[in-house]
């Protein structure tokens, strides 16, 4: 067993692009401190590599030919595309993981048509959780993205299949490997509906992962979802990814819909390996 | 209706160093490379945020687009909001307004 941590994570650029128009800067900091929790149990862990299953915004793949899912494999990656003074990140260069990641794509082939990537770029999407989990990015990543920009979009029961193919790699790996799943729970990011959450339909989503209901998490339909959580609703792939991939249940450590300049209810959480 | 290729265009402008210097420097060579028609070339021109939301472009594409712009972002969401008061419901894709329009961000001035 060498996958030593999973965990979930949200990303939205708002989460520090607009840390300063927050009203409610106790919930922000609560917010913070638990990322930075996060951050800690993850080099507790003693991890040697980071892998975030990810849904990426147009950094690397365009509907010219869309993988439904990718393996950075490079020696490096570079974010943040955005704006820096925007996003509140400086560019910089992150280290790849390259034989790894190169025998962890091998492995997750057995079972899922993956596709790979030796350049990657990275949008909010990875430099948001990177930058409160990683911030001095010292540690080696390896991106993995799953397209939950818009249909035709990957069947949750692929995402399942595709978290338990991450595990099993990572089980024939002696590196030892956290993983976190980041997206969004219910939002409408990127509309004028931002900031629009569903804290309910968030709240039963987390249920389900707490309760280890795969029938449940994966019952969800993507019109169903459009309607009730709207298109970043989508993002939940990567949670199911990462709760396949960890395989136990899923502990809340933090989750708040009271930040909506973020446009994103916020979870921090830890799974369980298994 | 060339959508792809508007987003096309905004997706390489976005991700691209040498692309972000053409646009500022020699738009209207880089806007010729794309199959685009005269309201599509017009819009990317002028980066009216409001009709290439309403022209249905991804709203990943078009924020990151808008904060390219220097475009503050109460001034985006209001931009997408006039978009569809003036050419209506957005046509295309997955980014369509649902919530009739009204803020659901406390807004705040910034000092
Ligand atoms: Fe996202």
């Keep these: 067993m060498t996958l030593v941590y999973a965990g979930l994570t949200s990303h939205a650029p708002g989460m520090t692009g607009r840390a300063h128009m927050v009203e409610n800067t106790n919930e922000r900091d609560l917010l913070y401190a638990a990322l930075d929790q996060q951050r800690q149990e993850i080099q507790d862990s003693g991890a040697e590599a980071l892998i975030v299953v990810a849904a990426e915004h147009f950094a690397n793949f365009f509907m010219d030919n869309m993988p439904a899912y990718c393996i950075g494999i490079g020696e490096y990656h570079v974010g943040p595309i955005e704006d820096p003074a925007w996003l509140k990140i400086e560019k910089t260069t992150i280290p790849g993981a390259p034989a790894l990641a190169g025998a962890i794509a091998q492995e997750v082939l057995q079972s899922v048509d993956i596709a790979y990537a030796e350049e990657w770029k990275c949008d909010h999407g990875i430099m948001v959780p990177l930058h409160f989990l990683t911030p001095k990015y010292d540690l080696p990543i390896i991106p993995m993205n799953i397209n939950c920009q818009g249909p035709p979009l990957t069947p949750l029961s692929r995402a399942w299949a595709f978290g338990e193919a991450v595990r099993r790699a990572c089980d024939a790996s002696s590196s030892k490997i956290a993983l976190i799943g980041t997206g969004g729970i219910s939002h409408w990011p990127a509309t004028p509906d931002s900031g629009k959450i569903n804290e309910a339909w968030d709240r039963e989503f987390l249920d389900r992962l707490t309760r280890q209901d795969k029938a449940a998490l994966l019952s969800y339909t993507d019109s169903e979802t459009y309607q009730d959580a709207g298109q970043g609703g989508f993002e939940i792939r990567t949670h199911i990814a990462a709760a396949a991939a960890a395989g136990g249940p899923c502990h809340v450590q933090f989750y708040t819909a009271n930040l909506p300049i973020f446009a994103v209810g916020c979870t921090v959480a830890r799974f369980s390996v298994h | ?111």
């Design chain 2, 1 to 111: 209706m060339s959508l792809y290729q508007v987003q096309k265009l905004l997706y390489n402008l976005n991700r691209d160093e040498q692309c972000k210097e053409q646009y500022t420097n020699d738009k209207m060579t880089l806007l010729r490379s794309y199959d685009l028609t005269d309201d599509e070339r017009e819009a990317l021109s002028q980066g009216d945020i409001g009709l290439l939301y309403v022209m249905g472009v991804n709203g990943q594409i078009l924020m990151h687009y808008a904060a390219f712009l220097g475009i503050e972002w109460f001034d985006y969401l209001e931009l997408m909001r006039k978009g569809i008061t003036e050419h209506g419901p957005v046509r295309a894709g997955v980014y369509a307004m649902t919530g009739g329009g009204r803020s659901f961000t406390k807004e705040r001035e910034i000092s």
